[in-house]
């Protein structure tokens, strides 16, 4: 699988490859920024019902390594076509193996230089709340 495919597979699934939503007052000055929106992997561990990255649902899966998402990312953004990145995930292996790999991807991508906006979808273990 090419990485073109992968971007486009990944971001496919989280409605749209190049996203753009509005940034809170307290954010971003109540401005609107356009974001590099995708699921870091869409492999999951769990079996939510209305789920369709459910784990017993016979799909293609696919995931970024944290370096290469963060040099696509960094490509798009040199390119003025980002102001940031929007990432989210399926539960792969555990929540903290998730959420490791997107803080992997993201501290690789500010080690290039990357100041744009960051989004992190988190998992709490303590509550079960994302
Ligand atoms: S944990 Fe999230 S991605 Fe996985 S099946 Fe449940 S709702 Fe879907």
Redesign the pocket.
Known sequence: MSKADRLRFLTAKVGHDRYTVPIYEAAAGNRCVTLFRTLMSSF?????R??????DRGQRRERWEPHELARVAMQVWREGQISGLFLSS??ERDPDTTVGREIEAVDALRGMGFTGYDFLKAYNPLTDAT
């Not at 209305?50 to 784990?55: A, I, M, P």
Request: proline share 0%.
């Open positions: 999951c561990e769990n079996n939510c209305f789920c369709s990255f459910r784990r399926c539960v």
